[in-house]
Every structure is written in C-alpha cells, then in structure tokens.
C-alpha cells in the first residue's frame, strides 16, 4: 500500500520523514512538484513543495 506526504509549511523534511514513520511508512522516492501563479504574461513559477510516496513497512505480527 503507497501514500504521498507532502512537506507542509514550517515543517523541515526530516520532520515529514518522521510523521511518514509514526503512520507506518518507508519513504521510497521524494518528488518535487512546481507551484504556479497566474499572470497577466502567463504562468510564474514561485517555488515547489516536496513530496514524498511512502510504502507501508509490515511489522511484526501485522497482516
């Protein structure tokens, strides 16, 4: 089972790979997704949030 986590504002990347362990998951490939503003000359790139997909980790005597 996959899940994506993204990094929120005011949270550092070991802090969302920590909040991805808690829930059960293994961080397995880390993405970078642009964010776009619109203007009146077309789209602006203003930056890019970190994402990460995470495969659940089986532990032991889970099903």
Request: aromatic share 8%.
């Amino acid at each position: 089972m996959k899940k994506r986590f993204m990094v929120t504002e005011g949270e550092t990347i070991s802090q969302c790979v920590e909040r991805m362990k808690s829930e059960g998951y293994m961080p397995v490939r880390r993405m970078e997704k642009p964010l776009f503003r619109e203007t009146a000359t077309g789209p602006e790139c203003i930056g890019s949030q970190c994402v990460f997909e995470g495969k659940w980790i089986r532990r032991k005597g889970e099903q």
